[in-house]
């Protein structure tokens, strides 16, 4: 009984997501996010990553110089550095050790990967998968994120962004409840944006 009741969940789960992309007027998109948010949007709809940044967070002043120059940051290199190392490290010391990345000056951190051996191939081979013609920028003010930091992201010349902060800014999605807050943030997004409005732009 436990294995059809798998397959039935299974086929309807499919079924929703196929639901949901009647939905959406394109499904050959990249989002390039901060953290999970690009990932569950994925998921939700079914959709194969097309973005090197699912499974993984960038602290926000980091991925602000990313999206400013995403073109060339692109082209880097990953170079794995150790744990300790990890200018995030303090806030991390007592988590279980995941792969950190140095892309020039930015870090990343690929919180859902098991060695620096997956989190590379992954990166290299969604980062072939990029459509530049339909890109969608999206932070959340999180992990080390100011409200400078979001000033500056809003100040980008992008044509598809949005932003999802606690502090104030003209142009963010106001959530206050991402102050201090940790673990999935979709729920809490979803009270307050649909996630349709950016990706039918």
């Not at 039935?8 to 948010?37: A, G, H, P, V």
């Not at 097309?50 to 993984?56: A, E, I, M, Q």
């Not at 892309?103 to 620096?116: A, G, K, N, P, T």
Request: aromatic share 14%.
């Amino acid at each position: 009984m436990g294995k059809v009741k798998n397959v039935i969940i299974k086929i309807n789960d499919k079924l929703e997501k196929r639901k949901l992309r009647q939905n959406l007027k394109s499904t050959d998109f990249t989002i390039i996010s901060n953290n999970c948010w690009g990932s569950f949007t994925y998921q939700k709809y079914g959709i194969e990553y097309k973005s090197p940044t699912v499974g993984l967070y960038i602290l926000g002043h980091d991925f602000v110089k990313l999206c400013a120059n995403w073109e060339v940051y692109f082209k880097y290199k990953l170079e794995f550095i150790p744990w300790e190392q990890a200018s995030y490290y303090y806030a991390l010391v007592n988590e279980k050790p995941y792969p950190v990345a140095r892309l020039r000056d930015i870090e990343i951190y690929f919180m859902h990967y098991h060695s620096e051996k997956e989190a590379a191939d992954k990166w290299y081979r969604r980062i072939k998968r990029i459509n530049p013609e339909h890109m969608i920028f999206k932070l959340s003010q999180r992990e080390e994120c100011s409200k400078r930091d979001i000033e500056n992201f809003m100040q980008l010349p992008l044509k598809h962004k949005v932003c999802f902060a606690y502090d104030k800014v003209d142009g963010t999605i106001n959530i206050p409840e991402l102050k201090g807050f940790s673990g999935d943030e979709m729920k809490t997004i979803n009270r307050y944006y649909d996630d349709l409005t950016i990706l039918n732009e």
